[in-house]
């Protein structure tokens, strides 16, 4: 699923219909890019990130990358697809040298517009195939599960459905939250049209409608309303209860709600990434060094333990209490299929989701 012209890309800023705020600009930062597709030389201790990423979760390790290089880092923070519209409509004038993102769909549709410097095989060769860019472009930086929130006084796992689909059942109704602006749920539902067919896709979102589900922001507001018995069930990613459970000071196994894996390799257990890419006319050596540290050991080792994400890494242990990324049974998904953000916005529309 690619798209063919860059005015179909740069059209993410549709999104906005969504409620994605895009972040202010500002002048071009400096750099280039030699012909051999290697990131420049030149170096002014200076990076502007465009981020995706919650500030919560990523801004301490950058705070201790600044601290330890000495690079002054310049982020701007807001919603990844909102990001990624921002970065395709400044093009060439972008101020920005890197962007972090929530998920590979905004990613892909960055590189389709070719706003992406390659990247060296010394990043991407340590890194599983199936989480990075196939022409190395991007790369995942880590991985997360798609999973089904529920309260366990309201709704015990035994009684769970075994697939996605099943939610939108009769008995469902009102009960379910989505956050149909979030970028997860946006590449959850590209997933559903790359795997099942648009057809597909189109009734599950009109089913999931008229089921009158419970809408919010973000996945951080399904997992707390759902741990407050406001509603028993979500479609979130994994790490956000152990986001809440950080707040509240408890161990995870101690909140009311929990996190289930839909089974037999269901789209609603996709394992999507986080990752970034280096912006072609502005890339150089600075922030290639950020998205070095994002992959060194400290950063993965920072992602597993106070994120609770999936690293990228082989030899970082993964989160803990979680079952390994090569057990999960996830559905036979390219992730560098999920460009067309474009297509998913608009049917999430029509479905009335938004």
Same mark, same amino acid.
């Given at each position: 699923?690619?798209?063919?012209?860059?005015?179909?890309?740069?059209?993410?800023?549709?999104?906005?219909?969504?409620?994605?705020?895009?972040?202010?600009?500002?002048?071009?930062?400096?750099?280039?890019?030699?012909?051999?597709?290697?990131?420049?030389?030149?170096?002014?201790?200076?990076?502007?990130?465009?981020?995706?990423?919650?500030?919560?979760?990523?801004?301490?390790?950058?705070?201790?990358?600044?601290?330890?290089?000495?690079?002054?880092?310049?982020?701007?923070?807001?919603?990844?697809?909102?990001?990624?519209?921002?970065?395709?409509?400044?093009?060439?004038?972008?101020?920005?040298?890197?962007?972090?993102?929530?998920?590979?769909?905004?990613?892909?549709?960055?590189?389709?517009?070719?706003?992406?410097?390659?990247?060296?095989?010394?990043?991407?060769?340590?890194?599983?195939?199936?989480?990075?860019?196939?022409?190395?472009?991007?790369?995942?930086?880590?991985?997360?599960?798609?999973?089904?929130?529920?309260?366990?006084?309201?709704?015990?796992?035994?009684?769970?459905?075994?697939?996605?689909?099943?939610?939108?059942?009769?008995?469902?109704?009102?009960?379910?939250?989505?956050?149909?602006?979030?970028?997860?749920?946006?590449?959850?539902?590209?997933?559903?049209?790359?795997?099942?067919?648009?057809?597909?896709?189109?009734?599950?979102?009109?089913?999931?409608?008229?089921?009158?589900?419970?809408?919010?922001?973000?996945?951080?507001?399904?997992?707390?309303?759902?741990? $407050?018995?406001?509603?028993?069930?979500?479609?979130?990613?994994?790490?956000?209860?152990?986001?809440?459970?950080?707040?509240?000071?408890?161990?995870?196994?101690?909140?009311?709600?929990?996190?289930?894996?839909?089974?037999?390799?269901?789209?609603?257990?996709?394992?999507?990434?986080?990752?970034?890419?280096?912006?072609?006319?502005?890339? $150089?050596?600075?922030?290639?060094?950020?998205?070095?540290?994002?992959?060194?050991?400290?950063?993965?080792?920072?992602?597993?333990?106070?994120?609770?994400?999936?690293?990228?890494?082989?030899?970082?242990?993964?989160?803990?209490?979680?079952?390994?990324?090569?057990?999960?049974?996830?559905? $036979?998904?390219?992730?560098?299929?999920?460009?067309?953000?474009?297509?998913?916005?608009?049917?999430?529309?029509?479905?009335?989701?938004?």
């Amino acid at each position: 699923m690619r798209l063919t012209q860059r005015a179909s890309i740069a059209s993410l800023a549709a999104a906005a219909v969504l409620g994605l705020a895009a972040c202010g600009g500002s002048a071009p930062s400096g750099g280039g890019t030699p012909a051999d597709g290697s990131a420049s030389a030149q170096s002014d201790n200076k990076i502007t990130l465009y981020s995706g990423r919650n500030e919560e979760l990523v801004q301490p390790l950058i705070d201790r990358f600044v601290e330890e290089t000495g690079i002054e880092v310049d982020v701007r923070y807001g919603n990844t697809a909102a990001m990624a519209a921002q970065l395709l409509e400044e093009g060439e004038k972008s101020p920005a040298d890197i962007f972090l993102a929530q998920d590979a769909g905004a990613l892909g549709a960055v590189a389709e517009a070719d706003l992406f410097e390659e990247l060296p095989e010394s990043v991407l060769e340590p890194l599983p195939e199936q989480y990075r860019d196939a022409d190395g472009e991007w790369a995942g930086v880590t991985a997360r599960a798609r999973v089904l929130i529920h309260n366990k006084d309201m709704v015990p796992e035994d009684e769970l459905p075994a697939t996605v689909q099943e939610l939108n059942a009769p008995e469902y109704a009102g009960k379910v939250g989505v956050a149909p602006s979030n970028a997860s749920f946006q590449s959850f539902i590209t997933a559903m049209r790359e795997l099942e067919g648009d057809d597909a896709a189109k009734k599950y979102l009109e089913d999931l409608a008229n089921n009158e589900p419970a809408i919010r922001d973000g996945n951080s507001a399904i997992v707390a309303d759902v741990n $407050d018995g406001k509603i028993p069930l979500g479609l979130v990613n994994h790490y956000y209860l152990y986001q809440l459970a950080k707040e509240k000071g408890v161990e995870a196994e101690e909140l009311a709600a929990s996190n289930y894996l839909f089974p037999d390799g269901n789209i609603g257990a996709l394992v999507n990434i986080s990752g970034a890419g280096l912006v072609k006319h502005a890339a $150089d050596d600075d922030a290639a060094r950020l998205l070095e540290y994002f992959l060194s050991t400290e950063g993965q080792t920072y992602f597993a333990e106070e994120t609770h994400e999936y690293p990228m890494l082989e030899d970082v242990a993964g989160p803990a209490g979680l079952p390994g990324l090569a057990e999960l049974q996830v559905p $036979d998904v390219d992730l560098n299929d999920l460009d067309d953000l474009e297509t998913t916005i608009q049917m999430i529309t029509e479905a009335g989701l938004a």
